[in-house]
């Protein structure tokens, strides 16, 4: 027996996160999948749609610089970065920078203020992912941890020089600007 969904208010949404090569023509799998569920599971409905990752990011303001992580793993292996991740299911976007933080960097924060959200769609070469960046206070000892081979403390006139991942010397600079720490 079909459902009329036009008439429920109340679902749960699962995603089957399928990951495709630039320009695959993914309309005969949707189509296959549709099918299928439609057949074996008509109590159901399928919708197919492109999916946005959202990501927290954190500058940790930590013994009188910013907290940078490096990479463990790609995209930006080995480059500097700021402490961040996805936001999990049924988790706030606030908890998700206190558990990135506390993951990759070993500190406890106090969340500041936010920075910005950054949501160009070329930020991560991973696919088109949206970050709600949060201004930090760091507390604890600082270790590398999670998804970080490293994590170190850079005072304000070190990060010029650093190659980092990502918009994160846009988030920094525009974190410094809140602060009074960077010049245009």
Not at 123 to 141: K, M, N, S
Not at 145 to 160: H, K, N, Q, T, Y
């Amino acid at each position: 027996m079909k459902r009329d969904f036009t008439e429920v208010v109340n679902l749960d949404r699962y995603v089957l996160l399928i990951k495709a090569p630039k320009g695959y023509d993914i309309e005969p799998v949707k189509a296959g999948l549709r099918e299928f569920i439609e057949k074996n599971y008509p109590e159901l409905k399928v919708e197919a749609h492109r999916c946005i990752g959202l990501t927290a990011d954190i500058v940790i303001l930590y013994k009188g610089g910013i907290v940078l992580i490096e990479r463990k793993h790609e995209p930006f292996k080995d480059c500097w970065a700021l402490p961040g991740g996805f936001v999990e299911y049924g988790e706030i976007i606030e908890q998700a920078a206190l558990r990135e933080a506390k993951e990759e960097t070993g500190l406890d924060i106090k969340l500041l203020k936010l920075i910005g959200i950054y949501s160009d769609p070329g930020r991560d070469p991973r696919g088109h992912t949206v970050t709600a960046a949060f201004l930090a206070e760091g507390y604890g000892e600082l270790k590398a941890g999670d998804d970080a081979s490293g994590a170190r403390v850079f005072s304000f006139d070190e990060l010029s020089g650093i190659k980092l991942a990502f918009d994160h010397r846009r988030i920094i600079e525009d974190a410094l600007r809140l602060v009074g720490g960077w010049d245009d």
